[in-house]
């Protein structure tokens, strides 16, 4: 069987993440010679993007693109959600711009 070029596996993947409805406005990737990269944030998009990915979604996810015929491995680098040394998926909580505001200023007040 023929192998697939980056081209067709990057159409493959935009297919997964169609499937997923992951929002492509806050994720990337990129694919060379068959290893992919993941980046940014994953979440829904449209009219499930309030309802919050699970880890039993994103193990589906994972295991449909690892599935694409051509990819080699998988990298994902996202900035709401790690991979645990169990290698169970777990969420990041976002912070807010204000607690990160508040924390930095008693950094600098406890400094003085």
């Known amino acids: 069987m023929k192998e697939l070029n980056d081209t067709q596996i990057r159409a493959n993947l935009r297919t997964v993440l169609a499937k997923h409805r992951i929002d492509m ?7 060379t010679r068959g290893v ?3 980046n940014g944030e994953l979440e829904h998009q449209g009219a499930v993007s309030s309802v919050e990915m699970r880890m039993g979604e994103l193990e589906a996810f994972e295991h449909d ?5 051509g ?8 900035s709401n959600w790690r991979r645990l040394a169990s290698g169970q998926w777990a ?9 990160s505001r508040a924390e930095a200023s008693r950094a600098v007040s406890a400094d003085l």
């Open 71 to 78: 990819v080699q491995r998988v990298y994902f680098d996202l």
């Open 65 to 69: 693109i690892q599935d694409v015929r």
């Open 91 to 99: 969420r990041i909580e976002k912070r807010s711009a204000k607690s």
């Open 25 to 31: 406005t806050k994720t990337a990737f990129i694919c």
């Open 36 to 38: 992919v990269r993941l």
